[in-house]
């Protein structure tokens, strides 16, 4: 397959390749979704939404957002009490979230609301120049550029995130002969990507070795090291509260099973999926599932203790969602049957209510049990981390 898409992109591309003969696999997503200024997030084109790649949640409905915000009154007026009460959100996107919970907490609970001081960390310059636009009425939003410019054990509240994690560069593996493979890309003539194999290196096998993942004879995967880093440091910077991760993705036990031998990586461009990786480079979204085994592991390595693991239907049923549509079926008019529609969306099982999993882990908090995981799917290993 030819590498095609952003001509000044596949020029740094192609030029890091001669430098160094190959390139790993994580190395070429990592240009292709951060190069600055010119990766697929770093640079002004549309992504989420009608006009741009894929929808999220947060896009949908409010209602996301608002019961988002419930979960986090009842975190603070139960479980910590600190002032500031911070929420840090990690890739907010367009804003929307933000935007929703920012509404809610200010027109149902200003005490709250007064006492939040709202933390958005985001890597895409695009993004926040759209984020601070839309949130430029609320004065308590501020923007921080890595999670690593907080102090440690700093942050008093909730970290949460929306489809951060599947946004990652992902190392992609091999297994053949029993042997782990890391995938490195080179080019031919008429730029042609050919795929050369290189033994897995230390850091590889070691995260393979600590979640006891064995893999299939002859499977491609993904190994997500940058969210392995990621959930160690939000742990390390955390104080005292929780965290919320809500993505697509399974335990190991699920995520390596032979049923899944071309791994989860796929592309989204205009809203349609594919497989081709090197087509498009800069003007499509690459993403994987994410390996919620490790997000628990590491963490508990950086102080980060496991509360339990849903899926997004339970999760936002739990918080209110059945009151909000019976709420809107009394109104009985087209606006609120729309929104019902969409609500559908974000519980039904083919939609987002079962692909979606929502972790909560936490950190220095007695009887730390929350509303949004009263009641739990049936616990099977799809749902045991
Ligand atoms: C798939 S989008 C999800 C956006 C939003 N949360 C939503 O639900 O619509 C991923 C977002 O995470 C941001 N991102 C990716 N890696 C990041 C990192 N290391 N730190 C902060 N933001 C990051 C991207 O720029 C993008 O805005």
Known sequence: MRLTGKKELIKVIKDRIEKNGSISFRDFMDMALYYPELGYYTSSKSKIGGYGDFFTASELDRAYGELLAKQFVEIFEKKLTDKPFQIVELGAGKGYLAYDILNYL????????????????????????????????????????????????????????????????????????????????????????????????????????ELNINLPEGMQT???????????????????????????????????????????????????????FYENVGLQDITSHVNFSALKY?????????????????????????????????????????RINRLKTLVLPKGMGEKFKVLVQYKNILNPNIKGLELLPYQSERYRL
């Open 298 to 338: 590491y963490g508990e390595l950086a102080g980060l203790k496991y509360l339990g693991f849903t899926d997004q239907a339970h999760f936002l049923i739990n918080l209110g969602l059945i009151d909000i549509l019976n709420e809107l079926q009394q109104r009985d008019d087209y606006e609120s049957y729309e």
């Open 106 to 209: 200010k027109e149902n609970h200003k005490n709250i609301f007064d006492n939040t001081e709202y933390i958005i960390i985001e890597k895409s310059p695009y993004h926040i120049d759209i984020q601070k636009d839309l949130l430029k009425d609320f004065k308590n939003v501020i923007w921080v550029q890595d999670i690593i410019d907080f102090e440690d054990n700093s942050i008093n509240g909730v970290i949460f995130s929306n489809e951060l994690f599947d946004s990652f560069p992902v190392h992609l593996i091999r297994k053949i002969d029993g042997k782990i493979y890391e995938v490195f890309i080179t080019l031919d003539k008429d730029d042609t990507v050919r795929e050369i194999l290189k033994e897995a290196n230390e850091d590889i096998l070691d995260y393979l070795k």
């Open 222 to 276: 993904e190994i997500n090291l940058d969210a392995k880093d990621y959930i160690q440091k939000i742990g390390k910077k955390l104080n005292k509260g929780y965290v919320i991760t809500v993505d697509y993705g399974f335990p190991s036990a699920e995520l390596y099973k032979p049923y899944r031998m071309r791994g989860t990586l796929l592309c989204y461009h205009k809203h349609k999926y594919s497989e081709n």
